[in-house]
């Protein structure tokens, strides 16, 4: 069984930073890909950014945040964990925030689309006042 575990998230203000993790753990699980997606009420969900595994060692990871969030949000990770820090935050970004992971490669995916992943963590809220 593989187990996506998400943790942060809250109420903060308007100009505030958060940090998400993500913890997958489990088998079968080779690691591939980790996404970020957010999901306002009445809303679909839309992807946040990822992060690729080319290797074990984190340094080596390639990432990706959407243009309109990359001047603000940033991706890390540490082994299994990953982290969604988010800075300077707005009412906007007031949303369920998803963690996803794609366990085997996926040749052309853009890692963008709720489909490209296979195991999904259960949100967390985030709510950011004004």
């Known amino acids: 069984q593989v187990q996506v575990a998400q943790s942060g998230g809250g109420t903060v203000q308007a100009g505030d930073s958060v940090t998400l993790s993500c913890t997958v753990s489990?088998?079968?699980?080779?690691?591939?890909?980790m996404g970020w997606f957010r999901q306002a009420p009445g809303k679909e969900r839309l992807p946040v950014g990822h992060?690729?595994?080319?290797?074990?060692?984190?340094?080596?990871?390639r990432t990706f945040v959407e243009p309109s969030m990359k001047d603000r949000f940033t991706i890390t990770r540490t082994k299994n964990t990953m982290y969604l820090h988010m800075n300077s935050l707005k009412s906007e970004d007031t949303a369920d925030y998803y963690c996803?992971?794609?366990?085997?490669?996926?040749?052309?995916?853009?890692?963008?689309?709720?489909?490209?992943?296979?195991?999904w963590g259960k949100g967390t809220q985030v709510t950011v006042s004004s």
């Open positions: 992060i690729r595994f080319l290797s074990d060692k984190p340094q080596n990871d």
């Open positions: 996803a992971a794609r366990g085997n490669v996926l040749l052309g995916s853009l890692f963008r689309a709720p489909s490209d992943y296979d195991y």
């Open positions: 489990g088998r079968p699980f080779s690691g591939y890909a």
